[in-house]
């Protein structure tokens, strides 16, 4: 949103934004020269709090909607645990690439309120074939989307499962037509979704309940 003058808009003026389905939000420009904001396909309007470093990672607060982390800004080999079951409020969670490649396990657990999961290409990544790295994503009632780019979670030979994520209906890993390497070493696991998209580029061996 900008107004050239500097001064924000005139009294009166507003931007209805709208989908199919229903109104979005209704904005001004009270003053200033320029307002900014993000609107999700799948969660709508979301503040932009992007996490630059892994310190901002580590003291995110419990009540957070939101998790955003800019591409190559957290590395630590301390976090070796990405677990957000406490989080739960968290609506979308949307990491860029090349980032956590020390995360060995990766859970979100009973997290009722997300929608949207992200994460971008070659993030929680290293290299070879890594029993102990594996991922989970269980108990969440509104999980729409997941998306994954490609080379991310590509060593991780503990195990993929995704379980009774009733409303799960795009699951998107790696891209199509192209080399992708994600879970090269897992089986998968996947129980208690019946209807969704699936989309991936890989070779492995498939359970589905």
């Not at 199919?20 to 003053?31: N, V």
């Not at 993000?38 to 309007?45: E, N, S, W, Y």
């Not at 976090?79 to 990766?106: A, K, Q």
């Amino acid at each position: 949103m900008i107004d050239s003058g500097g001064d924000g808009w005139s009294l009166g003026s507003k931007l209805i934004i709208s989908s199919e389905s229903q109104e979005l939000g209704e904005f001004t420009l009270s003053s200033g020269s320029s307002l900014v904001f993000l609107i999700h396909p799948i969660v709508g309007i979301i503040d932009i709090t992007p996490i630059l470093d892994c310190s901002e990672l580590e003291n995110l607060h419990l009540n957070t909607t939101s998790l955003i982390m800019e591409s190559n800004a957290c590395n630590s080999n301390n976090i070796t645990i990405f677990n957000l079951t406490d989080y739960e409020s968290i609506v979308l969670i949307d990491i860029g690439d090349d980032n956590l490649m020390y995360v060995n396990r990766f859970v979100i657990n009973g997290l009722n309120h997300l929608k949207s999961l992200k994460i971008g290409m070659n993030s929680f990544t290293r290299t070879g074939d890594n029993p102990s790295r594996s991922f989970h994503i269980l108990n969440c009632i509104e999980l729409k989307s997941i998306e994954i780019g490609s080379f991310s979670f590509s060593d991780y030979g503990g195990g993929f499962e995704l379980k009774n994520l009733p409303k799960l209906s795009t699951i998107k890993i790696g891209e199509i037509g192209s080399d992708s390497s994600n879970f090269y070493y897992s089986s998968f696991v996947i129980k208690g979704i019946i209807d969704m998209i699936l989309l991936m580029n890989r070779s492995s061996t498939f359970e589905f309940d």
